[in-house]
């Protein structure tokens, strides 16, 4: 079956500090990878996506590249702020057959200190 | 805004109970997805919906039922609540195909006392 493993948090960082989230996947047939964030008191947000091997995604400084050699899909941001803590989840969704549902890492809590 | 709306937003019983919870899907997409978010078990996918019709089921327990109405509303239905059905529970929607993300409501948090 499909799985998704994210790094154990929480990660504490300070401010203008490097962050590399690490996601790693195992999936049958090909799927689409996604990052999603969800700050306190809210809903999941979809921060970046990447649709095939060797795509980068990103947004918001936020970065990741569909490894298929390495079955990973590394979050990385060159300089965090405050405004990042919040949880990340590593996602997959299926391409290859009707069933579209994300599956999801279990979340790495990230706090960025001032 | 992610343009899906869920309610309520929260709701607490109490066990042996029955609610329904409620999602409108962003305008134009026919996917409506339920999601329930955990501290044991974290995000699971319980139930898909495409254009009305049930397409996919995850770990969704027998009390639970959903469905998608002709104007794409679902509602999810959980009957003889238990203390363990205490969470998170959230709707998605999206165009249909893998490649599309889906975009999230804001959850309702459902407690059982």
């Known amino acids: 079956g499909n799985s998704v493993t994210q790094m154990e948090g929480p990660v504490t960082l300070s401010e203008e500090a490097f962050l590399t989230i690490n996601c790693t996947y195992t999936?049958?047939?090909?799927?689409?990878l996604f990052w999603y964030v969800q700050y306190p008191g809210e809903g999941l947000q979809l921060l970046l996506k990447?649709?095939?091997?060797?795509d980068k995604g990103s947004n918001k400084g936020f970065e990741a590249t569909y490894r298929k050699e390495t079955t990973s899909f590394h979050l990385e941001k060159g300089s965090v702020q405050v405004s990042d803590s919040a949880v990340y989840f590593c996602?997959?969704?299926?391409?290859?057959?009707?069933?579209?549902?994300?599956?999801f890492g279990s979340g790495t809590r990230l706090q960025v200190q001032p | 805004d992610s343009g899906v709306t869920q309610t309520p937003k929260h709701l607490i019983t109490a066990t042996g109970q029955r609610v329904t919870l409620r999602c409108s899907p962003r305008?134009?997409?026919?996917?409506v997805y339920w999601y329930q978010q955990s501290l044991d078990q974290g995000l699971q996918f319980l139930i898909q919906?495409?254009?009305?019709?049930?397409?996919a089921k995850g770990n969704i327990l027998e009390r639970f039922s959903a469905q998608q109405f002709p104007d794409l509303h679902s509602e999810l239905n959980l009957s003889s609540l238990e203390l363990g059905d205490s969470a998170l529970y959230f709707c998605?929607?999206?165009?249909?195909?893998?490649?599309?993300?889906?975009?999230f409501g804001d959850g309702t948090r459902l407690s059982i006392l």
């Open positions: 998605a929607s999206s165009v249909g195909t893998a490649s599309q993300p889906q975009h």
């Open positions: 305008s134009g997409d026919l996917s």
């Open positions: 996602a997959l969704s299926r391409r290859d057959t009707g069933r579209r549902a994300l599956t």
């Open positions: 919906y495409y254009n009305g019709e049930e397409r």
């Open positions: 990447a649709t095939k091997a060797d």
């Open positions: 999936a049958t047939g090909y799927p689409s």
